[in-house]
């Protein structure tokens, strides 16, 4: 065969084919798998399927394939065969006959990421449930995380992504667990621009309130706040209420502030799991260039954009300079990070926790709300509400494991 030509595609079984699935169970140990198909090779099958899972030590090993030539004898010295060489590895056989391949999938293909701390049996029961109420169907689960929650996903053919994200946002309030519906496709790991806010969500901390401790009116200034974040006031307007009550003190304190902020828990983790899988970092933020360029320099960012505390002779002026950053101008610097960093905006990713998060979470590829205001909850593509900022790894299908080969390749 010349290097031009393609080999002829290996048949796939009709429906009214014979087949036989063979499932291998027991104790997991090196040469299971290699074992069966050598076993099986003797008889010239094809493979059709495969799918082996191991929990805690134990394996299940199930392969679908084309049943001998030679009819029931050649089949029945087949089943005799796997059935020895499994009792000479100490596991158990079962092999079924059947006709044809897998049933096809339904339409409308879905990851569904369930986060629990901890995930009960109940509350898995009903996100099952509430899935199979929609018309889906569950087709593979597996776990992407144990630490430090328990993130499983369901993969979830025969219902419509939007539908089934509706169905299990009510479920998930119910049963305290976060839940994530994505559609199915290459894009979800083609998401490569991560743009999050920094106030309560990259740090645990809300920057102007350090500031205001510092002049004597934090009280005051954390009213505001807590206003303007559950859109009650005007982000603009507040900003420069508050910022108002800065004037006066003395610049030395930029840098009381900067040692005063406290990432969340995962942050780090997050930032050099998602550099480490080539994905560009960015923030953008209502409180002050102050800050997050300290921060920027820290994490290692690609680009960060917050307002700018004037200062006079050293001193705050109470104003800020420049282009102020609120609610609609969030959106349009992720709009401009995504033209910088080359990602189509529907490949980007929004993290937020207040109301002016809102127009970046809805005009990103996927909006996460974390922790998040009841109202910024309803309106994003998806809520985490447990206080581990690295948890959105799991909604993009990065496991555990993928975090650690992070870890240790630094």
């Known amino acids: 065969m010349s290097a031009s030509q393609t080999p002829p595609a290996t048949p796939v079984p009709g ?30 099958v094809d493979v059709v399927d495969i799918e082996q899972v191991v929990t805690r030590g134990r394996i299940t090993l ?19 065969t796997v059935h020895s060489w499994a009792e000479s590895m100490r596991m158990q056989a079962e092999i079924i006959s059947g006709r044809g391949d897998n049933r096809p999938r339904g339409t409308g293909r879905s990851h569904v990421t369930v986060l629990g701390h901890p995930l009960t049996a109940e509350s898995t029961a009903a996100i099952a449930a509430r899935i199979t109420g929609t018309g889906g169907n569950i087709d593979r689960i597996f776990r992407l995380a144990k630490y430090p929650v328990t993130a499983v996903e369901f993969a979830v053919s025969g219902a419509e992504t939007e539908r089934l994200r509706t169905a299990l946002a009510l479920e998930a309030h119910e049963r305290g667990v976060d839940v994530a519906v994505v559609a199915a496709g290459l894009q979800r790991r083609a998401q490569r621009l991560i743009v ?60 009381k502030v900067r040692a005063e902020v406290r990432l969340t828990p995962g942050a780090r983790t997050l930032i050099r799991t998602l550099k480490r899988l080539g994905y560009q970092v960015g923030v953008v933020s ?19 954009s917050a307002n700018t505390l004037e200062v006079a002779d050293g001193k705050l002026t109470g104003r800020v300079t420049g282009e102020i950053v609120d609610r609609a101008g969030k959106a349009r610097l992720l709009r401009r990070f995504a033209a910088e960093a080359g990602v189509p905006l529907a490949q980007t990713v929004a993290i937020g926790d207040g109301a ?53 390749h630094e």
Request: aromatic share 6%.
């Open 286 to 304: 209502g409180g002050f260039t102050q800050v997050t360029d300290d921060l920027q320099e820290r994490l290692g960012l690609d680009f960060a």
């Open 356 to 408: 002016n998060d809102l127009d970046m979470l809805n005009a990103a590829g996927l909006g996460v709300a974390f922790n998040a205001k009841p109202v910024v909850r309803q309106a994003a593509h998806t809520a985490v509400n447990v206080p581990f900022l690295d948890t959105v790894l799991y909604l993009l299908g990065v496991t555990r494991e993928e975090v650690e080969a992070a870890r240790t």
């Open 196 to 255: 999050m806010d920094v106030d309560s969500t990259l740090i645990q901390d809300e920057v102007i309130e350090l500031f205001a401790a510092h002049a004597g009116c934090e009280a005051e200034v954390a009213e505001v706040t807590a206003r303007a974040m559950r859109g009650e006031l005007d982000f603009e307007e507040s900003l420069h209420a508050r910022v108002a009550l800065l004037a006066g003190l003395d610049e030395s304190v930029v840098d």
């Open 15 to 44: 429906d009214d084919e014979p087949t036989l699935l063979v499932k291998i169970f027991g104790k997991d140990r090196p040469g299971i798998t290699a074992g069966l198909f050598d076993t099986l090779a003797a008889y010239a």
């Open 62 to 80: 199930c392969a679908l394939v084309t049943a001998p030539e030679g009819g029931g004898h050649a089949e029945g010295e087949l089943r005799a």
